[in-house]
């Protein structure tokens, strides 16, 4: 809201986090769909750069916590490593961050650009953590943020816009 505001863009959101202004331009969370397009980068496999990814591409624990000559055990400042085909960084691992959408099962009808539930318990995350194995990081993985306890460290968020 006060990014938005700053630039003297319409408001998405109020004062409650409502969203009141889908489409205008403003800056927001990016929904669940928008966000796995933006992290697979046009391609199919499990991550965006092929099924496999290292620590040398993403910020994950790779040994669960035991000590690995990239691991940090520490968020990683942005483009610390490198970016998607899309030139967008930290898709894959380093923070956790939330979309638009509640947790919710998918349902037949969400195949083009669904918006997720508007309301519900706690909002989706998605690409895993510094602090969480590589299946966490995955292009498709998604997680119920109430599901589970974060730690504050562990989570980020991506601000995008509308198209006007």
């Known amino acids: ?26 800056y927001r969370l990016p929904t669940e769909a928008e966000w796995e397009y933006a992290c697979r980068a046009g391609t199919t496999t499990k991550y ?31 483009k610390s ?6 030139g967008l960084y930290d898709m894959h691992g380093n923070l956790w961050e939330w979309c638009q959408d509640y947790y919710g099962p998918y349902t037949a009808n969400d195949a083009t650009n669904p918006v997720g539930p508007a309301q519900g318990t706690a909002h989706v995350i998605r690409g895993g953590s510094w602090w969480n194995a590589v299946d966490s990081a995955r292009s498709a993985k998604r997680y119920d943020l109430g599901a589970q306890p974060m730690f504050p460290q562990c989570m980020g968020f991506r601000c995008v816009r509308s198209a006007k």
């Open 1 to 26: 809201m006060r990014r938005s505001a700053k630039e003297g863009l319409p408001q998405v959101y109020d004062n409650q986090g409502n969203v009141i202004n889908w489409d205008g331009g403003g």
């Open 48 to 78: 965006s750069s092929d099924d496999v990814i290292t620590v040398q591409q993403a910020n994950y624990d790779p040994n669960l916590g035991k000590k690995h000559p990239w691991f940090r055990a520490r968020s990683m400042p942005v």
């Open 81 to 86: 490593l490198p970016p998607n085909q899309f």
